[in-house]
């Protein structure tokens, strides 16, 4: 495979999992926002996704205005619309090594966060319905990746973009949410505030399920962290990395395969031989700085490798 | 059945040759699409007018405007009612393009080698060497079965009496072809079961074809040679016909930063290493081909390709320098070129055409300016043309000042009245000029022409010009069996 279409595909895959991540966020906090008027705030999600600047310090607190920024804003580098469109773009450069069905898919999607009417119903309508409709098309298109695409090269590439970008997100949130216990450690006992941070990974239901005792900090550390079966744990996209990236060894380019694997395997190591104990020992905040830099670490080793030939 | 009004309106142009309309009625194989059109109300028409964009607009055939930092998608216009061809004509315009095409490709190894044409005094030398893409590199290059058009494109367009002219040749990079596919596959959405009915031929062999022939010119005597498409990246305008065409042989498309030249073999760089290309369908221009060779600031290209090709590692399609074959000066010359090569009558008419650079045919064509078209004999794409019966007498004398500077840059030929078809537009049918661009395929088997290819149709009423960027836009074409 030509290394520009294997990272097109890798970037491609990485836009379309952060705008999944980036809608739900919005989904979640916009409902929150409706719950508890009085504490709520835009800040982590703004920080999470676009980070401090002149145009999200204008935002402040207004639900709609940040979400139009976030969704159809064109002067953020990661809205929506600009995501998808250069998910789009690599699609375009590449169309030959995915279906037919994935390239019209994300056509649609494209088209779809492009409409004005998008804009226009974040502005005055419920905007619900319409992250609704935009969460569908990524649905839609986590369907047809599944149904049409052959499980090639092309496909580990996509997902190996696609779970470095979950994990990414994943320690982001956390650190972020957690990071806001320091200023406020009334969120520690806060139901609703596990709650939403929950929700906003689709880890509600499994939570709960799982732990009986109502919503402890450390649970959703051990949640978010370290469960093999959540799919949006850090250790499950550490775990899915590795898996896919196994797939890709080949004897051409051994030494390159070795470098990269010792990257992914040190980082599997470090999640899987953690515990909430030894993590709170070492601090929550360096341990997922920690981790994040492995994952950056993984994102360049590839480039380096993998991409850089072009 | 009742006729809708529509059709009633329909009124052909004076003097000019109707696709549909005969003397007085309806061409039979006209009559049962118009039968089913018939069928449908105006709504109906306008309806599936909306689908046919949709359709377009859904499946990202389009191409991208720049304005103002932002990108629009626009999609080429196509009008939905088809362009017929009956079996008779098309068999006659087959064998004309075939004769033609070994012709020109007759031509084009004779003046890369010995120009017996030129010392035979049929085609003036100077004709040759004054034509930029006349390419001393390519001399006495071996090309593969000395076959140097793979693929072309020929304009074909009918005047008043239906007599099909040649207008130009396309040999270097003709575009268009997956209109000519995704036009048909629009249509079958659009008219269910018509096409059977009116037993239509198929087009979708063309890309097996292009495939079969690109795959027996490799140079290694090997059992997967590998074939890419040379694209010259998403912001070229037919970048969507490059993908479609990769995606429809089942050949890795590439920009010319994926490819690098190293001891003269061409090489694509891959997550495994660098892997050996054998054949190169390219889609970039000549003159951007190679920097150490051409135009050194192109980044489009691969430097050391034409090494690489004339040491015969690598093929490429079409040959380089074929543009000598379709200059508008040389094309004046073809149907010489057909009795000099094959000692036979040519079988497809050209348009008359003076060369400016000959003092008395220019004096004729300024004398007669009203009623001549003058193009550039290295232009394309409609740009730089004059219409001399639509354009005012200043454009006329700043035009003649333009030829009197370099008059072996232009040629004249006089109007020729386009045939027109009837298109929907306005909620009901109107005729537009159209012409005809089959695409003809050439392979050391032969020559073969998938029997179709692409009307181009002239939306502005009054309007000869046809090409897209001209505002020209597109219809299926259907040739019966």
Redesign the interface.
Known sequence: ????V?ASLYWLSRYVERSDGILRMLKINYASSQDTVQEFTWAPVIRIFSGHNEETQKLGNDSRAVMRYMVSG?NNPNSILNII?FAR?NA?????HIT?DL??CL??YY?TVKDSRIDNALKKDDPVSVLDILIKQVMLYYGTVEITMERG?GRSYMNIGKYLERGIQSVDILDTKFGSIDDNPDLLTDTTYWKHLLLSLGGYELYLKTYREGFEAENVLEQVVLNNDFPRSVIYSVNHIQRYFER?K?D??IDDYRELSFYIGRLQSNIKYSSVKSIKDEGLHQFLTQIRSQLYGIGDALNNH??A?? | MQESGYFSQYSPIDGVWDEMYGVGNIRDHYSKVIDYLSRESAEDLARKEELAKRLF????ITFTVYSSG??I?KIFPFDIIPRIITADEWAFVEKGIKQRLNALNLFLKDVYNNQFIVKDGIVPIDIIYSCPHFLREMYQLQVPYDIYVHIAGIDLIRDHDGTFYVLEDNLRTPSGVSYMLENREITKRLFPDLLPQCAVRSVTEYPNILYKNLLSLSPRQISNPTIVLLSP??YNSA?FEH?TL??LM??????G??LVVKNQKVY??????LQQVDVIYRRVDDEYLDPLVFNPASILGVAGIMGAYRTGNVAIVNAIGNGVADDKAVYAYVPDMIKYYLNEEPILKNVPTYQLNNRDEREHVFANINKMVVKKTNGSGGYGMLMGHASTDEEIDDYKKEILKDPRNFIAQPTISLSAAPCYMQGGLHPRRIDLRPYALCGPDGIEIVPGGLTRVALKEGSLVVNSSQGGGSKDTWVLA
Do not use: C, P
């Open positions: 495979m030509l290394s520009r294997a064109k469109t773009e375009r450069g590449v169309q030959e037919k390239w019209q056509n649609e088209h090269e890709l080949n051409s380019n993998y991409f030939n072009s | 607009m859904s499946q990202g932002e990108g998608e990246g998403i970048y993908t990769a995606r089942g050949v890795e498309l590439v920009e930063r994926d694509m760089k891959t997550t495994i290493g």
